[in-house]
């Protein structure tokens, strides 16, 4: 039934949305975000949460929807740059493009480079734009029957966001959920709202406010990423015969063999885009390897196929899509660039979740709109702007690297005038080094920050109502089945492990 | 010798048990109430996320102890060089010095001045030879964020002798 309201209501809805993205500015700014996110993709070592991060400051002062409409094309524009030097020099740009290089680079020695080129850029497109549909169908049924959410069922949904991301993200579920604790915690300086009492300011006037969490992700996922980055300017070698245009085209016999794979990886991509905490990389991953299962050639997987470079490509773009779902919709972020986007919707006075697309209606369809559009200049580029991306990516890192810091740290000036914010940032990307070289990844703690005031807030409001009763929140069916549901994604894999310690040892006994 | 990572895990267990201490008794020092009435008090989350990192820190630091070391893992004794890399402890100490001269010296150069400098430093020590580019670069770059942040988006920025 809400389904056929919903499709009923589609063509309203969109026409409300195209005629947002009339505005020649969205488009110009859709342009720009998608144009940024591919050569900030294509970088090696920067990725999508870095790009929204740094260009997040080009956006204080537009309008909302024409800045969060440009971080949306930095997003899916990166998802895509990422395969650009995977396939050229055996480097992902993103962690989201390392299957991507198991065959693209090969491809590239074999000098079919303009092949795997247009099949990632074929790929990456039908995985966006399905998705986009789907995104479009189910956003707003997930709205419909997340209205009902009280403040108990939005404290589990928090919890159930940080859970996974923190027991997915990095190689010790220990890390994630240590680096989210540290980001609670950061999320907690500042004068408390409910009594105004000072807590950990020390009486620094700067941080009565709090700790805005956009110093904290420039430095964490720029700063660190800056010097951590390796020179790769002068590997390239491609030469203009390789990317000529119809050397991009895929023939007709490659899409048959290709199409498959692509509308697997979409809609693999789109379901794991849409869990907390899973995101593009583990996509990526899935969608390989059931490539590889499935395919008649799998076992020349990684010697050079198309199917290798589209099966990973599609699903990675379908997943930043289906990411997009849950934070608009539960304002649950699942992954690191989704917390920062979240982040920046908050910055423009927007709060996602349930009520979101009936009370931004302009708002999430101008969005929608943008994402159709954005994906159509993402293609234009893809081919088009081939021979500028190869340009900039032999410009030499240590003068990129100089000109991104001047972005991180002026941007984090203009955030509020202020120094100290500069000073925030600086330690941040100190601590963000530190913290990669000790394996603790950074996504959680940015997303606990964007999440910990939403998570007090609803805690504090859910046991006004539960008269101080904690566990009266467990008296609510669909409260208790996400934290059931958190349990499990945070304890999960402990409790496989020890199950299987305790099989082994038993058959050692026996 | 112990395995490098296991040696970071274990500093990195003890620093996450310190911070927990630290940040339980600064909460009780500021007479953080962990209950007001019925509902959460202002030091409940804060008290929370401390036994989270102490327990979380715990189990890293038993886990250096217990779990096995990879294959593959490095055995030498020189915790910081064998996780920090030489090219990259000089990349962190030209970035996040470059960057904290920057913010020391713009209320007296002003933004503009100081990130012009600062960024033909950070390119310079990051390794781009030649002087010819890093003052080009120095200058372009100030010439740049001057018409996106000043011009195109009215930010007052620290000025400086030179009136920007």
């Not at chain 1, 049924?141 to 939005?154: L, N, R």
């Not at chain 1, 890192?397 to 972005?407: I, K, T």
């Not at chain 1, 006004?464 to 999960?492: E, R």
């Given at each position: 039934m809400v389904f056929l309201q919903n499709l009923m209501m589609l063509p309203q809805n969109l026409a409300t949305g195209f005629s947002v993205l009339a505005d020649p500015v969205n488009i110009l700014y859709s342009f720009l975000g998608v144009l940024a996110g591919v050569i900030i993709g294509a970088l090696p070592g920067l990725g999508p949460s870095m790009g929204i991060a740094v260009l997040?400051?080009?956006?204080?002062?537009?309008q909302p929807v024409t800045g969060i409409i440009m971080l949306a094309g930095v997003y899916y524009g990166a998802m895509y740059g990422g395969s650009i030097t995977a396939i050229?020099?055996?480097?992902?740009?993103?962690?989201?493009a390392v299957m991507t290089t198991l065959d693209g680079y090969p491809l590239t020695q074999k000098g079919k480079a303009g092949k795997a080129l247009g099949m990632a850029a074929f790929a990456s497109i039908i995985g966006g734009t399905v998705c986009v549909v789907a995104f479009m169908l189910l956003a707003p049924i997930i709205s419909h029957f997340a209205v009902v959410f009280g403040p108990s069922e939005y404290f589990a949904l928090m919890v159930l966001g940080l859970t996974s991301i923190a027991g997915m993200t990095g190689k010790s579920p220990a890390k994630g959920f240590l680096s989210a604790c540290i980001g609670l915690f950061i999320a907690t300086i500042g004068l408390d709202v409910v009594t105004g009492i000072q807590r950990?300011?020390?009486?620094?006037?700067?941080?009565f406010d709090g700790i805005d969490f956009i110093p904290v992700a420039m430095g964490l996922f720029g700063i660190a990423e800056i010097i951590s980055t390796k020179d790769t300017s002068g590997k390239l070698k491609v030469t203009r015969e390789d990317i000529r245009f119809k050397n991009l085209l895929p023939s007709k016999e490659e899409w048959r063999i290709c199409v498959p794979h692509i509308a697997r990886g979409t809609v693999l991509g789109f379901i794991i885009g849409m869990l907390p905490g899973a995101g593009a990389t583990i996509a990526s991953f899935l969608s390989y390897d059931l490539a590889k299962r499935t395919s008649k050639r799998g076992h020349l997987f990684g010697t050079g196929v198309l199917e290798g470079v589209a099966a990973p490509e599609s699903a990675n773009n379908a997943a930043s899509m289906g990411a997009m779902v849950p934070m608009l919709t539960l304002g649950v972020p699942g992954s690191g660039s989704t917390a920062v986007m979240m982040g920046a919707l908050m910055m423009f006075g927007l709060t996602p979740g349930p009520s979101f697309f009936e009370k931004n209606v302009e708002f999430a369809w101008g969005l929608i709109a943008s994402m159709y559009v954005g994906n159509v200049f993402l293609l234009i580029l893809a081919i088009c702007g081939l021979p500028l991306f190869i340009k900039i990516l032999n410009v030499k890192m240590p003068v990129l690297n100089g000109v991104v810091m001047g972005f991180i740290l002026i941007g984090s000036y203009a955030l509020n005038n202020s120094l100290f914010n500069v000073g925030l940032t600086i330690f941040f990307g100190a601590l963000g080094y530190i913290l990669k070289k000790l394996e603790v990844p950074s996504a959680p703690m940015v997303l606990a920050i964007v999440l910990g005031f939403l998570t007090e807030t609803s805690l504090r409001q859910a046991m006004i109502l539960l008269n101080?009763?904690?566990?009266?929140?467990?008296?609510k069916p669909i409260a208790s089945t996400v934290l059931i549901l958190a349990l499990l994604l945070a304890f999960g894999t402990p409790i496989k492990k020890l199950m299987g310690w305790l099989i082994a040892k038993r058959k050692v006994a026996h | 010798m112990l395995p490098i990572m296991r040696m970071a895990n274990r500093v990195l267990g003890i620093c996450s048990i310190l911070l927990s201490i630290v940040i339980f008794c600064l909460g009780k020092s500021m007479k953080l109430?962990?209950?007001?009435g019925y509902t959460p008090g202002p030091g409940f989350l804060p008290y929370v996320v401390s036994c989270g990192i102490a327990i979380f820190g715990a189990i890293i630091l038993a886990g250096s102890f217990l779990g096995k070391a990879d294959a593959g893992e490095e055995k030498s004794g020189d915790v910081v060089l064998g996780i920090f890399q030489r090219e990259e402890i000089r990349n962190f100490v030209s970035v996040i010095g470059t960057s904290i001269l920057v913010v020391a010296t713009a209320p007296y150069l002003g933004l503009l001045t100081s990130m012009g400098i600062g960024v033909a430093a950070i390119a310079k020590l990051l390794g781009t030879p030649g002087w010819k580019g890093i003052i080009l670069l120095g200058i372009g770059s100030t010439i740049v964020f001057y018409l996106i942040?000043?011009?195109?988006?009215s930010v007052p920025l620290p000025k400086g002798p030179l009136g920007f």
């Amino acid at each position: 039934m809400v389904f056929l309201q919903n499709l009923m209501m589609l063509p309203q809805n969109l026409a409300t949305g195209f005629s947002v993205l009339a505005d020649p500015v969205n488009i110009l700014y859709s342009f720009l975000g998608v144009l940024a996110g591919v050569i900030i993709g294509a970088l090696p070592g920067l990725g999508p949460s870095m790009g929204i991060a740094v260009l997040l400051p080009l956006t204080y002062g537009m309008q909302p929807v024409t800045g969060i409409i440009m971080l949306a094309g930095v997003y899916y524009g990166a998802m895509y740059g990422g395969s650009i030097t995977a396939i050229l020099i055996n480097t992902p740009g993103d962690s989201a493009a390392v299957m991507t290089t198991l065959d693209g680079y090969p491809l590239t020695q074999k000098g079919k480079a303009g092949k795997a080129l247009g099949m990632a850029a074929f790929a990456s497109i039908i995985g966006g734009t399905v998705c986009v549909v789907a995104f479009m169908l189910l956003a707003p049924i997930i709205s419909h029957f997340a209205v009902v959410f009280g403040p108990s069922e939005y404290f589990a949904l928090m919890v159930l966001g940080l859970t996974s991301i923190a027991g997915m993200t990095g190689k010790s579920p220990a890390k994630g959920f240590l680096s989210a604790c540290i980001g609670l915690f950061i999320a907690t300086i500042g004068l408390d709202v409910v009594t105004g009492i000072q807590r950990y300011t020390f009486g620094i006037t700067n941080l009565f406010d709090g700790i805005d969490f956009i110093p904290v992700a420039m430095g964490l996922f720029g700063i660190a990423e800056i010097i951590s980055t390796k020179d790769t300017s002068g590997k390239l070698k491609v030469t203009r015969e390789d990317i000529r245009f119809k050397n991009l085209l895929p023939s007709k016999e490659e899409w048959r063999i290709c199409v498959p794979h692509i509308a697997r990886g979409t809609v693999l991509g789109f379901i794991i885009g849409m869990l907390p905490g899973a995101g593009a990389t583990i996509a990526s991953f899935l969608s390989y390897d059931l490539a590889k299962r499935t395919s008649k050639r799998g076992h020349l997987f990684g010697t050079g196929v198309l199917e290798g470079v589209a099966a990973p490509e599609s699903a990675n773009n379908a997943a930043s899509m289906g990411a997009m779902v849950p934070m608009l919709t539960l304002g649950v972020p699942g992954s690191g660039s989704t917390a920062v986007m979240m982040g920046a919707l908050m910055m423009f006075g927007l709060t996602p979740g349930p009520s979101f697309f009936e009370k931004n209606v302009e708002f999430a369809w101008g969005l929608i709109a943008s994402m159709y559009v954005g994906n159509v200049f993402l293609l234009i580029l893809a081919i088009c702007g081939l021979p500028l991306f190869i340009k900039i990516l032999n410009v030499k890192m240590p003068v990129l690297n100089g000109v991104v810091m001047g972005f991180i740290l002026i941007g984090s000036y203009a955030l509020n005038n202020s120094l100290f914010n500069v000073g925030l940032t600086i330690f941040f990307g100190a601590l963000g080094y530190i913290l990669k070289k000790l394996e603790v990844p950074s996504a959680p703690m940015v997303l606990a920050i964007v999440l910990g005031f939403l998570t007090e807030t609803s805690l504090r409001q859910a046991m006004i109502l539960l008269n101080g009763n904690f566990l009266g929140i467990f008296s609510k069916p669909i409260a208790s089945t996400v934290l059931i549901l958190a349990l499990l994604l945070a304890f999960g894999t402990p409790i496989k492990k020890l199950m299987g310690w305790l099989i082994a040892k038993r058959k050692v006994a026996h | 010798m112990l395995p490098i990572m296991r040696m970071a895990n274990r500093v990195l267990g003890i620093c996450s048990i310190l911070l927990s201490i630290v940040i339980f008794c600064l909460g009780k020092s500021m007479k953080l109430a962990f209950f007001s009435g019925y509902t959460p008090g202002p030091g409940f989350l804060p008290y929370v996320v401390s036994c989270g990192i102490a327990i979380f820190g715990a189990i890293i630091l038993a886990g250096s102890f217990l779990g096995k070391a990879d294959a593959g893992e490095e055995k030498s004794g020189d915790v910081v060089l064998g996780i920090f890399q030489r090219e990259e402890i000089r990349n962190f100490v030209s970035v996040i010095g470059t960057s904290i001269l920057v913010v020391a010296t713009a209320p007296y150069l002003g933004l503009l001045t100081s990130m012009g400098i600062g960024v033909a430093a950070i390119a310079k020590l990051l390794g781009t030879p030649g002087w010819k580019g890093i003052i080009l670069l120095g200058i372009g770059s100030t010439i740049v964020f001057y018409l996106i942040f000043s011009v195109f988006l009215s930010v007052p920025l620290p000025k400086g002798p030179l009136g920007f």
